[in-house]
């Protein structure tokens, strides 16, 4: 889709220039549309709480010889009302299952189960209250809307030496942009994989969709650094100056993105289901931050300029 041009001289070797800004159009509307579809999901599903939010049961049991798979335990549960069930190994033959809150009779049913295929010891079942409070989820939210303010105004801080042609507070804007893209479609498509799939939200995942706000920004920011080096150097238009430090990072970005994700790939198959999605949300959060890097942020400065010029 990209087209290539001619090749050019940008101090770090002659290359290809792809024309990224050329189809920006496109680039707004396919994200247009993914934002619109997460927040439709979102609204129409919702997003399924874990038990770090919510409260249930916690059940400790360690088999004698050969600990099942977490597959065989949730199939011998599958015929009890327990809920969104989450089953963790620990040490060699040991289960920590999560569950809703369940009553004494329940648990002695659970208990059951389990000894038809193999024999075990129970070592603990307790009812605990959430995690995550509501005073921390409040708490949570302020933190969250006062880092995104401190990414705006250091930005345009970083950024004041180079107020034309568009002013620096506009780069923190567009990295907001990109932010709410890169973590809103991640949550959309957790909250269709907890309609169907019953995926939940637990502290991990949320510890993922964070740790996506800082990849995202990084990769942003080394764009815009680019584009801050080639505009003190005041060669050809803003267009021409933001398509030239888009050529000059993409390897960089994609190989950051490429080996970081291939980490993440092995966790998911072979992590096993505590980590399972965390690294989901991961992925989807670095694919969308790697995309909206090179395709949403940049071009959303030049659109921004072109506006204000009058040229649609």
């Known amino acids: 889709m990209l087209k290539r041009d001619l090749k050019i001289g940008n101090g770090y070797g002659n290359t290809m220039n792809l024309n990224f800004l050329k189809y920006k159009k496109i680039y ?87 000894k038809e295929n193999k024999e075990l010891e129970e070592r603990r079942f307790e009812s605990i209250g959430p995690v995550i409070g509501q005073e921390l989820k409040q708490k949570t939210k302020i933190v969250i809307i006062l880092s995104l303010l401190a990414i705006v105004l250091y930005i345009a801080w970083a950024f004041r030496k180079i107020s034309r042609p568009i002013p620096s507070w506009q780069y923190g804007v567009a990295s907001l942009v990109a932010l709410f893209h890169d973590v ?19 502290i991990p995942v949320i510890t993922a969709l964070l740790a996506v706000l800082g990849y995202s920004i990084n990769n942003t920011v080394v764009i815009f650094d680019r584009i801050r080096e080639n505009l003190l150097k005041q060669t050809g238009t803003y267009q021409e100056i933001v398509n030239k430090s888009l050529n000059q990072t993409l390897t960089r970005s994609l190989n950051t ?56």
Not at 288 to 293: D, E, L, Q, V
Not at 299 to 310: C, E, F, H
């Open 28 to 114: 707004f509307i396919f994200s247009g549309t993914l934002i619109l579809a997460s927040l439709v999901c979102l609204i129409i599903f919702g997003l399924k709480p874990g038990i770090d939010f919510t409260g249930g049961s916690i059940l400790e049991i360690e088999y004698i010889e050969e600990r099942p798979s977490n597959q065989e335990i949730k199939e011998t549960l599958s015929d009890l009302d327990l809920g969104g069930v989450l089953i963790q190994p620990t040490g060699e033959r040991g289960i920590i299952i999560k569950m809703k809150d369940i009553s004494e009779d329940t648990h002695q049913e659970v208990i059951q189960k389990l």
């Open 184 to 202: 809103l479609i991640p949550i959309g498509i957790l909250s269709v994989l907890g309609k169907f799939y019953g995926v939940q939200i637990t």
């Open 257 to 312: 993105s490429l080996t970081t994700l291939f980490v993440l790939v092995a966790i998911f198959f072979l992590g096993g289901v505590t980590l399972k999605y965390f690294a989901l949300a991961l992925i989807l959060g670095i694919i969308a931050g790697t995309y909206s890097s090179l395709f949403l942020a940049s071009p959303i400065l030049v659109a921004w300029l072109r506006w204000r010029k009058g040229v649609i």
